[in-house]
């Protein structure tokens, strides 16, 4: 397995720390592309742009950004064509974003949610794969529109 794409803006610097440590101690490594960690200048589409073109060129298959919502994150990353970010903030939701959609990203909110929860989203996307079946169809849908509208 590639190293994970690890990136936080301000909001999510310590929730980020908690996050690394948590897959450290399962032995995944990550490459993390936060910009300058803890200063509050610390813009996070460009956090998550990093992420996003780290997927795109193949340095990494998955991807999992934080800031306070989680939201940010998610918006920005989707605007590099052929990445599907996904906002987690429960298991089902984890799961599905990549069992139906095939997310490459996952992305959570540190003023959300806990990091107890936390964990437990990571752990439940990183064991979900892409299950195909009915969903092919509708991720091929989606990249016809990314390739649409990205020429």
């Known amino acids: ?6 990136g936080a803006d301000d909001a999510a610097f310590e929730f980020r720390n908690k996050i690394v440590d ?3 101690q399962k032995g995944i ?3 993390d592309y936060s910009s300058d960690k803890q200063a509050c200048n610390s813009l ?4 998550a742009n990093a992420v996003a073109c780290s997927i795109k060129n193949g340095t990494h298959d998955r991807g999992i950004l934080m800031c306070g919502t989680g939201i940010g994150v998610a918006i920005a990353a989707n605007k590099v064509p052929g990445i599907r970010a996904a906002q987690c903030h429960d298991i089902f939701s984890a799961e599905r974003a990549r069992k139906s959609n095939n997310a490459q990203i996952m992305t959570m909110g540190a003023r959300v949610i806990g990091i107890e929860l936390a964990k437990k989203l990571v752990q439940a996307w990183l064991e979900s794969e892409f299950e195909g079946g009915g969903s092919t169809v509708k991720v091929e849908r989606i990249n ?8």
């Open 144 to 151: 016809h529109y990314d390739k649409l509208y990205n020429k």
């Open 29 to 31: 490594k990550t490459i």
């Open 44 to 47: 996070y589409p460009d956090v």
């Open 1 to 6: 397995m590639k190293p994970i794409a690890i």
């Open 22 to 24: 948590f897959l450290t």
